[in-house]
């Protein structure tokens, strides 16, 4: 097994102005252009943990707290919280900032979990998280809880 990594070695942040090919019927941001943003910097920062290739397999609920305007920067930071043996849980923060105010506004959060697949494409360990402090103890066992509450509802849906 490999040593434990720390969420500051795989923890990215993607940047994109939202210009017209990004809008929905409204004139805003459509939401399946943050939902894909989310999607990519989580399995950026899945796959920089583990050096594997990373499927997401579950992505927990997404709240849109306030419209994404064109022109905007869309800033979305991934940050890995909890590693199961093959299962990766990463935190997504989404801000937009108006490049001409500097007026930020935090617009999205949500939890994805990916699975590090192995050269016969099946779920493979990945490597441990490195917890450093208090607040990443906390987040952890926090994402251990999530990660039974999903697993759990998985077998509920299987009945
Ligand atoms: C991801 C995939 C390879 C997992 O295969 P599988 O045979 O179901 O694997 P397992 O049952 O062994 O589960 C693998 C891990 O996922 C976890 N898992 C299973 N269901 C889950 C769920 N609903 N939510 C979160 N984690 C889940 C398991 O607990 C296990 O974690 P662990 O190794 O840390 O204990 C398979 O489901 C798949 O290919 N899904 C499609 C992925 C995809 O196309 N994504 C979209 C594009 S990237």
Same mark, same amino acid.
């Given at each position: 097994?490999?040593?434990?990594?720390?969420?500051?070695?795989?923890?990215?942040?993607?940047?994109?102005?939202?210009?017209?090919?990004?809008?929905?019927?409204?004139?805003?941001?459509?939401?399946?252009?943050? $939902?894909? !943003?989310?999607?990519?910097?989580?399995?950026?920062?899945?796959?920089?943990?583990?050096?594997?290739?990373?499927?997401?397999?579950?992505?927990?609920? !997404?709240?849109?707290?306030?419209?994404?305007?064109?022109?905007?920067?869309?800033?979305?930071?991934?940050?890995?919280?909890?590693?199961?043996?093959?299962?990766?849980?990463? &935190?997504?923060?989404?801000?937009?900032?108006?490049?001409?105010?500097?007026?930020?506004? &935090?617009?999205?959060?949500?939890? $994805?979990?990916?699975?590090?697949?192995?050269?016969?494409?099946?779920?493979?360990?990945?490597?441990?998280?490195?917890? $450093?402090?208090?607040?990443?103890?906390?987040?952890?066992?926090?994402?251990? $809880?999530?990660?039974?509450?999903?697993?759990?509802?998985?077998?509920?849906?299987?009945?």
């Amino acid at each position: 097994m490999s040593t434990a990594k720390a969420s500051s070695e795989s923890r990215v942040t993607l940047h994109q102005l939202m210009l017209p090919e990004h809008a929905n019927a409204h004139g805003n941001v459509h939401g399946g252009v943050i $939902l894909r !943003m989310v999607d990519e910097a989580g399995a950026i920062a899945a796959m920089r943990h583990a050096r594997l290739p990373c499927v997401t397999i579950s992505i927990d609920s !997404m709240t849109f707290r306030q419209p994404v305007h064109l022109g905007e920067l869309l800033i979305c930071t991934a940050t890995v919280t909890w590693v199961g043996r093959s299962s990766i849980e990463v &935190h997504c923060e989404v801000h937009a900032e108006n490049p001409i105010t500097g007026v930020i506004s &935090h617009t999205n959060s949500a939890f $994805l979990v990916f699975v590090a697949l192995g050269p016969d494409g099946h779920p493979t360990a990945a490597p441990q998280l490195a917890l $450093l402090d208090e607040g990443e103890r906390r987040r952890f066992e926090e994402g251990k $809880l999530r990660q039974a509450h999903r697993i759990g509802a998985r077998s509920e849906n299987a009945r």
